[in-house]
């Protein structure tokens, strides 16, 4: 493998009949062994960027594409896609669904094949990619289809490093994995020797940066916003960048914040335990000073207490629960949401959290046990299945406890969907769909009960604010709500109970701070503690510590 | 063991055999061949009788369709009539009728025996290495044979979603209009993901024409070659045994 670079000069790129470009003017290079992340708000064009790398745009999806690409030197253009394949491995945005061989094995094999290698040096790559990802042996002949999503991202994975080109680019590789696989994940991806150079959208950023060289932001309109070292981009620019929806570090709001009271680490800090150790050596006054500053920001990572909480509005009782014509896959489940309370579902990818919520919500039959209480409303994950309407409006007038035209307008326009409230479903942004979804069981209030699969899958920075203010101001009105999700800082933020769900079972059912403690626990389940957590601890300490002090 | 066999000399053999049900008008022929398949089934596979048994009903019911048809409209089947007048039954009519319904069930059998024993990744696979079918259409259909169970998840999470808005549970089997509605949401998915494979494909360097190797390709081997003796010799026997 040898070193390569890749080179977007001032591209643009406009799909038909679009009114405005997808993305650009972007000027862009990729030095060889180079990390980058790029970043930007929902819609702003990464993926399209991406795909403009192996000239996936224009030749393979029409769009007008200006300026050039180039890949060591050569124009993307002069040769199709397919060419390219030993320069540069792609992880596709929800690879799960890219799959296309039939067995494991096929499915890593699938681009050595392309290039007419061996047999044997195949086998050996597909055996050495298999357990570098650490899938088992034995899961060579596996059927794909047996496999859960969060398995068949670990395959794609597995797929692209097999490859072994010297350009790696990931869109959103982590998206839809349970914590724990994927902070393994980004090791896999940005861990290891820098033979490989690598290009990453992602927004779970805070396992990562310390691994990236660059940060590129593009804004909403696709263009480059900001691009440098992450620790400079994110200490000089990230008040900006949150304005502006972008994911930024947690710690680098515990960096900002500590700017603002004169107090910056000399080097901004690349990870929570790089701030702690900093603030750790603080004394005196200035310590009392930063944990005044980090004090609001590990506060907010909690819910508000809730006043309104009432009783159980939906229960289980020894539930066996199965997706429809599915196999029992959760045995014995006791649970139970009471109203003004949030409850969240964790798990790792294929724990039947899914089909909990929709036990919960009484959309499925249980296969034993009992289930009382009235039925529930549900999100899916895939938004897509809710919509039945020809326009967002309309779908949010149907939905609308008052179907006025203020109502639905105000409703629209607090998901940020007022933008968009002529067009089909179909035809918006995952992110877009993701909140229409949203926006059409919370305006409604025919269920009591809310369950919300995955909910912030896909959004920027600001969707997911608004999505955990909605969630909270559900709670406050009294009606209870399920959250399931991958986001445990999203979890610790808006649940008030979590119960986490392992070998078809509840193996834990308490606060989030209280399960977030038990490394134990979390591992067995294949979850990791949320980023806010150490410094929520410190905070804690310091807190107890003042209040020993004072006695 | 035959599932561990080649699937294109096996599709041969199959072939053959649904071109003799097709070709010979005689009842015995066709009870042989249903014998036939069924004990490979049972003998060779390891399936229990009440599946062979399950497998038969849906061709049954369409070989149904040309026993009614041949005993109510016989004149529309004079010549099936006419070559049945030798069999054994007192009306052509019946007879003919009789040998339509069970060339329809040898013909289904036969079909079930290739489709239950073999692998559909393998036999695309041979299909591309053997008889050059290209490999766009090859691993197009790999792409579909994976589509098919997540186009049912995803059905049964639009049905889901379309019941929890109509306050109900979702009914086991989905009425015609549930049934229309689901097509276009099904349609887009479809298509989305075929498009989103195909760029993946490309992506990763499948290309027109460029040599390839095939991993973990099926090979034709002595045991291949004893099958395709043995059924040839088995199904020369019978037409022998009918004259």
């Given at each position: 493998?040898?070193g390569?670079?890749?080179?977007?000069?001032?591209v643009r790129?406009?799909y038909?009949?679009a009114?405005?470009?997808?993305?650009?003017?972007?000027?862009?290079?990729?030095?060889?062994?180079?990390?980058?992340?790029?970043?930007g708000?929902?819609?702003s064009?990464k993926?399209?960027?991406?795909?403009?790398?192996?000239?996936?745009?224009?030749?393979?999806?029409?769009?007008?594409?200006?300026?050039?690409v180039?890949?060591?030197?050569?124009?993307?253009?002069?040769?199709?896609?397919?060419?390219?394949?030993?320069?540069?491995?792609?992880?596709?945005?929800?690879?799960?669904?890219?799959l296309?061989g039939?067995?494991?094995?096929?499915?890593?094999?699938?681009?050595?094949?392309?290039?007419?290698?061996p047999a044997?040096?195949?086998g050996?790559?597909?055996?050495?990619?298999m357990?570098?990802?650490?899938?088992?042996?034995?899961?060579?002949?596996?059927?794909?289809?047996?496999?859960?999503?969060?398995?068949r991202q670990?395959?794609?994975?597995?797929?692209?490093?097999?490859?072994?080109?010297?350009?790696?680019?990931?869109?959103?590789?982590?998206?839809?994995?349970?914590?724990?696989?994927?902070?393994?994940?980004?090791?896999?991806?940005?861990?290891?020797?820098?033979?490989?150079?690598?290009l990453?959208?992602?927004?779970?950023?805070?396992?990562?940066i310390r691994?990236?060289?660059?940060?590129?932001v593009?804004d909403r309109?696709?263009?480059?916003?900001?691009q440098?070292?992450?620790?400079?981009v994110f200490?000089?620019?990230?008040?900006?960048?949150?304005?502006?929806?972008?994911?930024?570090?947690?710690?680098?709001?515990?960096?900002?914040?500590?700017?603002r009271a004169?107090?910056?680490a000399?080097?901004?800090?690349?990870g929570?335990?790089d701030?702690?150790?900093?603030?750790?050596g603080?004394r005196?006054?200035?310590?009392?000073?930063?944990?005044?500053?980090?004090?609001?920001?590990?506060?907010d990572?909690?819910?508000?207490v809730?006043?309104?909480?009432?009783?159980p509005?939906?229960?289980l009782?020894?539930?066996?629960?199965?997706?429809?014509?599915?196999?029992?896959?959760?045995?014995?489940?006791?649970?139970?949401?009471?109203?003004?309370?949030?409850?969240?579902?964790?798990g790792?990818?294929g724990?039947?959290?899914?089909t909990l919520?929709g036990?919960?919500?009484?959309l499925?039959?249980l296969r034993?046990?009992?289930?009382?209480?009235?039925?529930?409303?549900?999100?899916?994950?895939?938004?897509?299945?809710?919509?039945?309407?020809a326009?967002?409006?309309d779908?949010?007038?149907?939905?609308?406890?008052?179907?006025?035209?203020?109502?639905v307008?105000?409703?629209?326009?607090?998901?940020?969907?007022?933008?968009?409230?002529?067009r089909?479903?179909f035809?918006l942004?995952?992110g877009?769909?993701?909140?229409?979804?949203?926006?059409?069981?919370?305006v409604?209030?025919?269920?009591?009960?809310?369950?919300?699969?995955e909910?912030t899958?896909?959004?920027?920075?600001a969707?997911?604010?608004?999505?955990?203010?909605?969630?909270?101001?559900?709670?406050?009105a009294g009606?209870?709500?399920?959250?399931?999700?991958h986001?445990?800082d999203?979890a610790?933020?808006?649940?008030?109970?979590?119960?986490?769900l392992?070998?078809g079972?509840?193996?834990?059912?308490?606060?989030?701070v209280?399960?977030f403690?038990?490394?134990?626990?979390?591992?067995?389940?294949?979850?990791?503690a949320?980023?806010?957590?150490?410094?929520l601890?410190?905070?804690?300490?310091?807190?107890h510590?003042?209040g020993?002090?004072?006695? | 063991?035959?599932s561990?066999?080649?699937p294109?000399?096996?599709l041969?053999?199959?072939?053959?055999?649904?071109?003799?049900?097709?070709?010979?008008?005689?009842?015995?022929?066709?009870?042989?061949?249903?014998?036939l398949?069924?004990?490979?089934?049972?003998?060779?596979?390891?399936?229990?009788p009440?599946?062979?048994l399950l497998?038969?009903v849906?061709?049954?019911l369409?070989?149904?369709?040309?026993?009614?048809?041949?005993?109510l409209?016989?004149?529309?089947?004079?010549?099936?009539v006419?070559?049945?007048?030798?069999?054994?039954?007192?009306?052509?009519?019946?007879?003919?009728?009789?040998?339509?319904f069970?060339?329809?069930?040898?013909?289904g059998?036969?079909?079930?025996?290739?489709?239950?024993?073999?692998?559909?990744?393998?036999?695309?696979?041979?299909?591309?290495i053997?008889w050059r079918?290209p490999?766009?259409?090859?691993?197009?259909?790999?792409?579909?044979i994976?589509?098919?169970?997540?186009l049912?998840?995803?059905?049964?999470?639009?049905r889901?979603?379309r019941a929890?808005?109509?306050?109900?549970?979702?009914?086991?089997?989905?009425?015609?209009a549930?049934?229309?509605?689901l097509?276009?949401?099904?349609?887009?998915?479809?298509?989305?993901?075929?498009g989103?494979?195909?760029?993946?494909?490309e992506?990763?360097?499948?290309?027109?024409?460029?040599?390839?190797?095939?991993?973990?390709?099926?090979r034709i081997?002595?045991?291949d070659?004893?099958?395709v003796?043995?059924?040839?010799a088995?199904?020369a026997?019978c037409l022998?045994?009918i004259?």
């Amino acid at each position: 493998m040898t070193g390569a670079h890749a080179c977007w000069d001032e591209v643009r790129v406009r799909y038909p009949y679009a009114a405005r470009d997808a993305v650009g003017p972007v000027s862009l290079g990729l030095a060889p062994g180079e990390r980058l992340l790029l970043l930007g708000p929902s819609d702003s064009g990464k993926s399209t960027l991406l795909q403009t790398l192996t000239g996936l745009i224009p030749q393979s999806v029409p769009a007008a594409v200006s300026g050039s690409v180039t890949l060591n030197g050569v124009s993307v253009a002069a040769h199709p896609p397919s060419h390219w394949a030993r320069t540069v491995s792609q992880l596709f945005q929800d690879a799960e669904q890219t799959l296309c061989g039939l067995s494991v094995e096929d499915e890593i094999a699938f681009a050595l094949e392309n290039e007419a290698r061996p047999a044997a040096d195949i086998g050996r790559r597909v055996a050495a990619a298999m357990a570098s990802v650490g899938l088992p042996d034995n899961w060579r002949s596996r059927r794909i289809s047996t496999l859960s999503g969060g398995e068949r991202q670990m395959v794609a994975l597995a797929a692209t490093l097999a490859a072994d080109a010297p350009i790696f680019v990931a869109d959103e590789p982590t998206a839809s994995l349970a914590p724990a696989v994927a902070a393994r994940m980004i090791a896999l991806l940005l861990g290891g020797d820098r033979l490989r150079t690598v290009l990453v959208v992602d927004h779970r950023l805070d396992g990562m940066i310390r691994h990236v060289d660059r940060v590129v932001v593009l804004d909403r309109d696709g263009a480059v916003l900001v691009q440098g070292p992450p620790g400079p981009v994110f200490r000089d620019h990230g008040d900006r960048l949150e304005d502006l929806g972008i994911w930024t570090p947690l710690v680098s709001r515990f960096d900002r914040a500590l700017m603002r009271a004169g107090l910056a680490a000399p080097r901004p800090p690349a990870g929570n335990d790089d701030l702690i150790s900093w603030l750790d050596g603080l004394r005196g006054a200035d310590r009392h000073r930063a944990f005044r500053a980090v004090e609001p920001i590990a506060r907010d990572a909690l819910p508000a207490v809730n006043l309104r909480r009432g009783g159980p509005v939906a229960r289980l009782e020894q539930a066996c629960c199965a997706p429809l014509f599915g196999p029992v896959v959760l045995s014995g489940i006791s649970l139970a949401v009471c109203s003004g309370e949030v409850l969240g579902i964790l798990g790792a990818n294929g724990a039947g959290k899914s089909t909990l919520g929709g036990s919960l919500a009484g959309l499925l039959r249980l296969r034993g046990g009992r289930r009382h209480g009235p039925a529930g409303g549900m999100a899916f994950q895939n938004p897509e299945n809710q919509f039945t309407q020809a326009s967002v409006r309309d779908e949010v007038r149907r939905a609308s406890a008052d179907d006025s035209a203020r109502a639905v307008a105000e409703a629209l326009e607090d998901w940020g969907l007022g933008e968009v409230a002529g067009r089909h479903p179909f035809e918006l942004s995952q992110g877009q769909k993701r909140r229409l979804a949203l926006a059409t069981l919370t305006v409604s209030d025919r269920w009591p009960l809310l369950v919300l699969d995955e909910p912030t899958s896909g959004l920027d920075a600001a969707s997911t604010r608004t999505v955990a203010r909605h969630i909270r101001r559900l709670a406050a009105a009294g009606r209870a709500l399920a959250v399931i999700t991958h986001d445990l800082d999203f979890a610790l933020k808006v649940c008030d109970r979590a119960a986490v769900l392992q070998a078809g079972a509840v193996s834990a059912d308490a606060e989030p701070v209280q399960i977030f403690h038990q490394a134990g626990l979390l591992a067995d389940a294949g979850l990791r503690a949320p980023e806010v957590l150490p410094m929520l601890d410190w905070v804690e300490g310091k807190r107890h510590r003042a209040g020993t002090d004072r006695c | 063991m035959l599932s561990g066999l080649h699937p294109l000399p096996k599709l041969l053999v199959c072939l053959a055999w649904i071109a003799a049900s097709i070709v010979v008008f005689d009842l015995g022929f066709q009870l042989m061949t249903i014998a036939l398949s069924s004990a490979a089934l049972i003998v060779l596979e390891r399936r229990s009788p009440l599946f062979v048994l399950l497998v038969m009903v849906p061709f049954a019911l369409f070989g149904f369709g040309f026993l009614t048809t041949s005993i109510l409209f016989r004149q529309e089947s004079d010549f099936a009539v006419r070559m049945a007048a030798e069999q054994a039954f007192s009306s052509p009519a019946v007879s003919a009728g009789l040998v339509l319904f069970a060339r329809a069930v040898a013909c289904g059998m036969v079909s079930a025996v290739f489709g239950l024993t073999t692998d559909p990744g393998a036999l695309v696979k041979a299909l591309m290495i053997h008889w050059r079918l290209p490999p766009q259409i090859g691993f197009a259909l790999f792409a579909a044979i994976q589509l098919v169970p997540d186009l049912g998840r995803e059905a049964q999470q639009i049905r889901l979603a379309r019941a929890m808005r109509e306050g109900r549970l979702p009914r086991r089997i989905p009425g015609p209009a549930e049934a229309a509605s689901l097509v276009v949401p099904l349609l887009a998915y479809a298509i989305r993901r075929a498009g989103r494979s195909a760029m993946a494909m490309e992506a990763r360097g499948l290309s027109r024409n460029a040599p390839r190797t095939f991993l973990s390709a099926p090979r034709i081997g002595r045991g291949d070659w004893i099958f395709v003796l043995a059924a040839t010799a088995l199904l020369a026997s019978c037409l022998t045994l009918i004259g």
